[in-house]
């Protein structure tokens, strides 16, 4: 006699329950779409193997992550470049600025994005036009890709290991 009584009761809960979180579960989807939310494995410190290079990035709100590279030289931290992968509408973009006053600044869309790999692109600018972060599994590979002034292919990449997060005394 209790199970006829609370069966609508509990029909009516679980039916809400699966509401919500079809509907949570499509809005997050929808974000991760636009390439914030499903690429939280590029949030860190970054050790680039064999220098004293260290790439950061950090997670400002739900439009904006941002990023930096640096060195540490005698005790110094000089930063070579700046980042950020932010959402403006429907659409990602990283941007790119080095310290160094003769290199602009370089933009790039998101083209294509997949669990552990992120592609940028310009294909106005010659180097670089394209621009691939990719993970593997605690290791992280950007290639830069392009044309030089000759007209010939090129291609730079840099190699990342994550780092291990400091010990909070």
């Known amino acids: 006699m209790m199970i006829k009584r609370h069966l609508p009761l509990s029909i009516f809960l679980i039916a809400g329950i699966l509401l919500t979180s079809c509907v949570a579960s499509k809005k997050f989807t929808e974000i991760s779409k636009l390439g914030i939310k499903k690429n939280f ?15 950061e990035w950090k997670f400002i709100n739900k439009n904006l992550i941002t990023g930096r590279m640096y060195s540490a030289v005698k005790g110094d931290t000089i930063i070579a470049e700046t980042y950020k992968l932010e959402r403006k509408g429907k659409e990602v973009f990283f941007t790119m600025k080095s310290t160094e006053s003769t ?48 007209g010939e292919g090129v291609t730079r990449d840099f190699y990342f290991t994550k780092s291990e997060p400091a010990v909070k005394k």
Do not use: A, C, H, Y
């Open 41 to 55: 494995w590029l949030l860190g410190s970054w050790n680039q193997n064999k220098s004293n290079t260290v790439e």
């Open 103 to 150: 290199i602009p600044q370089v933009e790039m869309k998101l083209k294509s994005e997949t669990p552990g790999v992120l592609i940028f692109e310009n294909p106005q600018q010659e180097f670089p036009r394209t621009i691939s972060i990719k993970l593997d599994g605690t290791s992280k590979t950007t290639l830069f890709e392009g044309i030089n002034k000759d």
